[in-house]
């Protein structure tokens, strides 16, 4: 199969569909991946008690629209990141699935240095839709190919000039990645140091996704009291690199019924989730 | 099948064989459960370096013997306890294999109060031997059957009168066994707060295998240079429970060429794995 090179016409393709399954065992994984524990969150590393699923797993099985892009455009690994990231929950995420994911390439847009390429992934089993993930990413240097330079984001999902309504505070590990890895994104910029150096970075960092799950989780605690239903939408910016050992400090502004923007920090003052906003049944 | 009650008559019968298949995912799964960090031990956690196989390992497809003991003989699980373990290394673990277990029950005591079966596993592929795993399992409440005591241990693998040659220190980590579980051991007397009661104890205490296998791990450090293939045996009594954050403090006695007895104990003092030895290539 040839990869075709990035071009304003790859917008609107679909790249087909992808089987994929899971169990009880690939879903604890992933949650102990980003940082369910025992003492905390019994029921969703324990088959006893469950088990239940985080919302954010759908970023897993939707993450295979990311693989199909990287399958069938010319893109080189060590220069692309993961710019964005949203999920719709579209019922709760049984713990064991037999599933395909229908691929699309929704834009591509022409950031001059970089081009811009959004993806979506909408996971169905038989009894119909369970989620969707859609990701913006960034390749560097891919750039100057004559596309549209996309619309503005700024403003978007700004938090409301006034403090967090809710702070959250989670403290990675540095064996947070290695552990994430096994739920499927195998790329070397998050484990291996003389890649990272190679792409560019002092140092492996966490993936975006296994970042948006934490602040996931604790927006499924904190706003959703802990009931996975509960959560709708999660959508955001990776605007900075996570490191192994960082803290990240999620802030939520309740805005509305069952509405809050969210922003992530690390304990260094650095956003590295920026203009996030989910939606919830309040 | 109907399961056969503990009697002598149980020592020397054969368990058939079960099929067991392992990959690089399974091998790097088991070495972050048994507390292998990417920026201490990356080869054994990352493919791109490896993976790397822990010679430990081996109990894991080993310890379908004590699976096969489970399926054949009436044992309830809340009342059994692992009481020794003992590994040999034939050959290194390849990081993908397609294998079988000969499973025997290799000779069983009555304590009493107690039943103690011992149990075999030998693990091989089309190559020839790779590993045998040896278990001798505890059944609280199942003695009295009139069998033989069995040869008293008192004494063996004693350490020296003499402070030990290395000590290695390990912290263990809230969620260790819930990672070090998805390699297989899903006994929830590991997990479950409530079944940890019902069995007779304070909470859930980690398996005796991860604890053997942080062993294992201090001694591939600190005797073998971190060779795998340098590790031939390792052998040990489980002699009380480790708990969740306890640290595991590993002494080992210097006694010949490419041989060390081992002891390990908890920040408290009270030993975990006791008359202990390990062989190498000196």
New interface residues.
């Given amino acids: 199969m040839s990869r075709k090179p990035i071009t304003k016409d790859l917008a609107g393709l679909s790249l087909g569909s992808k089987p994929i399954s899971w169990n009880q065992?690939d879903v604890?994984?992933y949650a102990?991946g980003v940082g369910?524990?025992?003492?905390e969150d019994?029921e969703y590393?324990?088959?006893?008690?469950g088990p239940k699923v985080l919302p954010t797993y759908g970023v897993i099985p939707g993450g295979l629209a990311i693989l199909s892009v990287i399958e069938n455009v010319e893109i080189e690994l060590a220069m692309l990141l993961h710019g964005e990231e949203a999920i719709t929950l579209h019922r709760e995420i049984p713990p064991l699935a037999s599933a395909v994911v229908k691929c699309r390439i929704t834009e591509v847009y022409d950031k001059g240095k970089a081009a811009l390429i959004g993806c979506e992934g909408l996971v169905e089993d038989d009894k119909g839709p369970i989620c969707t993930a859609k990701s913006m990413l960034f390749v560097r240097g891919a750039g100057g190919f004559g596309g549209e330079r996309g619309p503005s984001t700024a403003g978007v999902n700004a938090p409301p000039d006034r403090a967090p309504d809710i702070v959250a505070e989670y403290q990675t590990r540095?064996?947070q990645?290695?552990?994430y890895r096994?739920s499927g994104d195998?790329n070397?910029i998050h484990?291996?140091?003389d890649?990272a150096k190679f792409a560019g970075f002092e140092n492996?960092f966490m993936h975006g996704l296994c970042t948006f799950s934490v602040v996931g989780r604790a927006i499924l605690r904190e706003l959703c009291g802990g009931v996975p239903t509960r959560l709708k939408t999660l959508e955001g910016r990776f605007a900075d690199q996570v490191y192994?050992g960082n803290k990240i400090i999620t802030k939520m502004w309740k805005t509305g019924p069952g509405e809050a923007i969210v922003q992530a920090e690390t304990q260094k003052g650095n956003i590295v989730l920026s203009q996030a906003r989910t939606t919830y049944t309040s």
Avoid: C, N
Avoid at 45 to 49: K, L, T
């Fill in positions: 065992k604890m994984l102990l369910s524990r025992p003492d019994l590393v324990y088959e006893g008690r540095p064996e990645g290695a552990v096994l195998m070397p484990i291996d140091p890649f492996p192994y």
